[in-house]
């Protein structure tokens, strides 16, 4: 195994999703556990679309995985389909739907069945005066055009006609065929090229609150089309995260990134514990002793070595969601695992912040406290999921 130094100086990104990191001040020490081939980091800009940035990088990873070489498929594609789907939904729901930018993974999932996908070349999703994504004028426009139909009980033909004029305005028109790599497609002949077969991603997630081994739905805003995922104990949901990262297939990961513990900025995410714990003298953790619980919290959130985390259980992960602790605010990528110098094992994680808003090219590493505490759903591909775990859901 490669030991590597977690900096904030360090770290440089090439096209396989690999990355190197150098020694200095930081305290952060990590072992490569298993890290898996993927596609360079992107970057969604102002835009919600986290849910498609992450699915399209998990999907751009399976398409390496399958030996099908690398490719750069256009997230903008399949959002302007979600969002075709959502303005339909909210319709039909008499405006009580959703028509925010956020979605969940199954929304790349429909897109990619109904209308095929293209790559990013063939379709950048930017037709307006800007070098990155931006959909807040968009989407204020898809909200007016949706409210006027709903008043009038009606979507006339001029609805139909200034829909496909907004998103051809602000994305670009649809290409009915195109060339790639010496061979013309239509994106659904090029969807079937690629071989990705959307019945094979299984959502996993788990609350205590519904039956394990069956599926629900899982209450959150952005879970608009009411997707069921199947429901597992907090220790298997995490056993198929390190059994699918330690066979080479990579997860796409929904969770809350809004605690102060989660800091793309210095590269990694974690679930500091707080309380009076067991003697720690003699350990890498000696310097909390006699530290209060201010104390400790200000030393774990310098981010400056690793810290005592919390032993997350099914009943702690359980009250940050029903206290609207736990939120689901992003989807990212897991490529990998590594541990650090005291053992604790943290996940290789690709953001879709672009590569300049931390000096990790884009990557941070997120602890097993963290996943384990703020974790929504996993997806994975189904041969990722142990033997043992499969039976138990019918799969």
Same mark, same amino acid.
């Given at each position: ?241 390190? /059994? ?125 406290? /963290? ?25």
């Amino acid at each position: 195994m490669k030991t590597t130094i977690l900096t904030l100086a360090g770290l440089l990104c090439c096209a396989s999703g690999t990355f190197a990191q150098e020694a200095n001040k930081s305290g952060y020490q990590f072992t490569d556990v298993a890290r898996i081939n993927v596609t360079p980091v992107k970057n969604q800009a102002s835009t919600g679309t986290c849910w498609c940035f992450a699915t399209t990088s998990f999907m751009e990873a399976e398409l390496l995985r399958m030996g099908k070489g690398e490719h750069d498929l256009s997230e903008m594609f399949i959002v302007r389909q979600k969002y075709m789907n959502q303005l339909q939904d909210n319709y039909i729901r008499r405006g009580k739907g959703t028509l925010g930018q956020g979605s969940l993974s199954n929304a790349f999932k429909n897109a990619f069945n109904e209308v095929g996908i293209v790559p990013e070349e063939v379709y950048d999703g930017i037709n307006y005066n800007s070098d990155k994504h931006n959909h807040r004028e968009l989407n204020q426009y898809l909200h007016a055009i949706a409210e006027v139909a709903i008043k009038n009980k009606h979507r006339s033909p001029e609805y139909d006609k200034l829909i496909k004029n907004l998103f051809d305005t602000y994305l670009g028109e649809l290409p009915a065929t195109f060339t790639y790599r010496g061979k013309e497609y239509t994106p659904k002949s090029f969807a079937e090229s690629l071989g990705l077969k959307m019945d094979d991603y299984i959502e996993i997630t788990s609350f205590t609150h519904h039956p394990y081994y069956q599926q629900f739905a899982p209450e959150v805003p952005d879970n608009w089309e009411r997707k069921l995922m199947y429901n597992l104990p907090l220790d298997e949901m995490i056993a198929v995260t390190d /059994y699918a990262l330690t066979n080479g297939y990579t997860i796409c990961w929904d969770g809350d990134v809004s605690e102060k513990g989660f800091s793309h900025k210095n590269g990694v995410a974690i679930n500091p514990e707080v309380k009076k714990t067991e003697d720690l003298s003699g350990t890498d953790f000696a310097r909390w002793q006699g530290m209060d619980e201010k104390a400790r919290l200000e030393e774990a959130y310098k981010f400056a070595a690793p810290c005592p985390e919390v032993n997350v259980t099914p009943e702690i992960r359980q009250a940050g969601y029903e206290s609207f602790v736990t939120t689901d605010d992003h989807l990212m990528h897991l490529t990998g695992i590594v541990k650090d110098q005291n053992g604790t094992k943290y996940y290789i994680t690709k953001n879709s912040w672009g590569t300049e808003r931390n000096n990790f090219g884009g990557y941070l590493n997120m602890s097993e406290s /963290y996943v384990r505490a703020k974790t929504i759903y996993i997806l994975v591909h189904k041969n990722g999921i142990p033997k043992d775990i499969k039976k138990k859901l019918g799969l």
